[in-house]
């Protein structure tokens, strides 16, 4: 059982937009600690998508966007494509640990 | 460019050791803290463990305390894992990662290497 809790899946129509909730406690997210999140398409390594709550690292398009509230997180994704097929974690920091949520495949209809 | 690569995973036996091993080049790895994160074959992402730039603080899953040590080699640019009392439960991919910037705790893993898969089982 994760720390941070994400839905298992999450399905959208290519040009739609989705959203996946990374859901923590007053002992992570709600305690102020930055959420990022990463990307797994298969078989590779993850990727880095988010870093500090809503900021997008150099390459990563603008149709991936974060944010954060209270004791949850989400990632949007805008204009939906086939190459966004994935797995998606989030991840924080509870007291001394770094934690990541259960993950959420993405499938593009 | 930033590359990291592990090595060292194979099938080893319930109660055994594995050293892994992640070369690193193209940043100056002194500077920077460093990570192990797993994978479980079809599961999630588990952080393992994280080491600062000099060694000085160093953290683990409660998962593996107690088995595993974290350490570094500035010198070399390498990262290690040394995992003793392996279980079953401890197969998975094993991801060295690093920070882009920093060597503080609360950074994000901006670069990853390929990954080395470890099997406990008789």
């Known amino acids: 059982q994760s720390v941070l809790t994400q839905p298992p899946s999450v399905s959208g129509a290519p040009g739609q937009r989705v959203t996946i909730s990374c859901t923590g406690s007053?002992?992570?997210?709600?305690?102020?600690?930055?959420v990022h999140w990463y990307q797994q398409l298969p078989g590779t390594a993850p990727k880095l998508l988010i870093y500090g709550n809503s900021n997008r690292p150099s390459g990563v398009p603008d149709r991936f966007s974060g944010s954060k509230s209270g004791t949850s997180a989400s990632l949007a994704i805008t204009g939906l494509q086939a190459e966004d097929e994935a797995d998606y974690y989030c991840q924080s920091y509870d007291s001394s640990l770094k934690v990541f949520g259960g993950g959420t495949k993405l499938t593009v209809l | 460019e930033v590359q990291l690569v592990e090595s060292g995973g194979g099938l080893v036996k319930p109660g055994g050791s594995l050293r892994l091993s992640c070369a690193a080049s193209g940043f100056t790895f002194s500077s920077y803290s460093m990570n192990w994160v797993r994978q479980a074959p079809g599961k999630g992402l588990e952080w393992v463990s994280s080491?600062?730039?000099?060694?000085?603080?160093?953290y683990y899953a409660d998962s593996v305390k107690g088995r595993f040590t974290i350490s570094r080699d500035n010198a070399k640019n390498s990262l290690y894992l040394q995992m003793n009392s392996l279980r079953a439960e401890d197969t998975a991919v094993y991801y060295c990662a690093s920070p882009r910037r920093g060597s503080g705790y609360y950074l994000p893993f901006d670069y990853w290497g390929q990954g080395t898969l470890v099997t406990v089982s008789s």
């Open positions: 080491i600062s730039s000099s060694s000085s603080y160093i």
């Open positions: 007053s002992s992570n997210i709600g305690a102020g600690y930055d």
